[in-house]
């Protein structure tokens, strides 16, 4: 039987077989799609999981050869970085903290007892019509006041705000963060500066002391530490923060009603509050950058501190004379500013004005001054002192503090429209 006879004898069978076979794959087909219809979003999943996988080795990879680079090249290793930095400022407050005391106040207040009296005598009773009356009875010993100050030489000189130790019928107490006590003695307070120098009256011993950075070298941004005896509770409290705003001016008051103007100063957002008063402000060396004095009444986060470079000149006069001996000219002013001369229709928009206080008490020109020898009277503008120019960034006062006594010093200044140059004498002023 030959090929064709059997396919047309068994046509049939071979067609039945052949339908049967194109069946069996399109269920087959039709099986898959229905799979991958169902699993499109696993699949899909899958393969975007693998690809992110392989991106992350890859970066892993490229951060870590980073690393090792860094750490064998002249970059410093990123990693340890963090730990080094605090590593630094631990050490920093561990080897200023011997040297930052507590300074409690400490006054003999009246005892006051409570009595009562009956205006009617016995008429109506003992107790009838009795009334409440308060009496001394003796004084008894408390703390009255407490602040921070830190130690400045081996022999026990402290440096912390006048307005901590103002009261001159008051004892002051040293405590050292170790709980030792020592009595001081104030030997000299500012009338320039919301400062005073104390000394610790058992100056036999090696103290531990803080040294000075130059405070004009600062710059915004600058990472500070503030030490101090927080609240008058807590002692040796550290907050850091950066150094917020430079050569500012502010009031400070001290709660009594007393204020002074404060120029020059440090402004720093590191945490600062009333106990901290006369504590030190350091760098990220350990090295004085300034004296923390005030806060801003209000606020968050807005302290203010005395520039170091002018704690020192204090410092090394308290050293060599006994007290702190600061040049003066000698005349009352008032800032001329912008908006002073719009008012008021002045020739200049900087400057100070020589004018009398409140009272007639308060003259333009201290009698016997270098303002009076040099021939400065009531109502005229200094403009520049040696050449620098007076304004809102440099007051006259710290221009004057800036030299010494016995210089001679350059004014220029209008009169009545016109304009002359003066030469005054500084002389010192008297310490309080």
């Known amino acids: 039987m030959n090929i064709k006879t059997f396919l047309i004898q068994n046509k049939k069978i071979i067609l039945i077989q052949v339908f049967t076979a194109i069946f069996v794959v399109a269920l087959s087909f039709l099986a898959m799609f229905s799979y991958l219809q169902n699993n499109a979003q696993k699949v899909l999943s899958f393969i975007a999981k693998n690809y992110e996988n392989k991106i992350q080795d890859e970066q892993n990879r490229d951060i870590s050869t980073e690393i090792k680079e860094s750490a064998t090249g002249d970059l410093p290793n990123v990693l340890n970085s963090f730990v080094t930095d605090e590593s630094r400022m631990i050490n920093l407050v561990k080897k200023a903290d011997p040297a930052v005391v507590s300074i409690v106040v400490s006054k003999d207040v009246p005892i006051i007892e409570k009595y009562y009296t009956n205006p009617f005598g016995d008429l109506w009773g003992d107790n009838l019509f009795s009334l409440p009356q308060y009496r001394q009875n003796g004084t008894e010993r408390k703390q009255v006041g407490a602040g921070s100050g830190f130690i400045v030489s081996k022999d026990g000189l402290v440096v912390t705000n006048r307005h901590v130790v103002s009261d001159e019928s008051a004892s002051y107490t040293l405590y050292t963060n170790e709980g030792k006590t020592y009595d001081v003695t104030v030997v000299a307070r500012d009338s320039y500066l919301d400062l005073a120098i104390l000394k610790i009256k058992d100056g036999s011993g090696d103290f531990p002391y803080l040294s000075f950075a130059d405070s004009d070298a600062l710059q915004l941004g600058q990472t500070v530490v503030a030490i101090g005896n927080a609240l008058g509770e807590f002692r040796n409290s550290v907050s850091v923060g950066v150094v917020s705003g430079l050569s500012r001016s502010i009031t400070a008051g001290d709660g009594q009603g007393n204020s002074e103007v404060l120029e020059m100063v440090i402004q720093t957002d590191a945490a600062i509050n009333h106990g901290n008063s006369g504590g030190p402000l350091l760098d990220s060396r350990g090295l004085v950058i300034g004296v923390n004095v005030a806060v801003a009444e209000g606020s968050e986060n807005i302290g203010f501190a005395l520039?170091?470079?002018?704690?020192?000149?204090?410092?090394?006069?308290?050293?060599?004379?006994?007290?702190?001996?600061?040049?003066?000219?000698?005349?009352?002013?008032?800032?001329?500013?912008?908006?002073?001369?719009?008012k008021n229709n002045m020739p200049v928009d900087y400057g100070v004005i020589v004018s009398k206080g409140k009272t007639d008490s308060e003259p333009a020109i201290i009698t016997g001054s270098p303002a009076e020898k040099a021939g400065i009277k009531e109502n005229d503008i200094i403009l520049t002192i040696d050449g620098e120019r007076i304004d809102?960034?440099?007051?006259?006062?710290?221009?004057?503090?800036?030299?010494k006594v016995g210089d001679k010093i350059e004014l220029k200044i209008m009169r009545k429209g016109s304009f002359i140059t003066v030469y005054a004498t500084l002389e010192k002023s008297n310490p309080k």
């Open 307 to 342: 520039p170091g470079n002018a704690i020192k000149s204090a410092l090394e006069s308290v050293k060599k004379t006994g007290q702190i001996i600061r040049p003066y000219l000698g005349v009352r002013y008032m800032q001329i500013t912008k908006e002073l001369k719009e």
């Open 392 to 403: 809102e960034k440099r007051s006259l006062s710290s221009i004057i503090q800036s030299k």
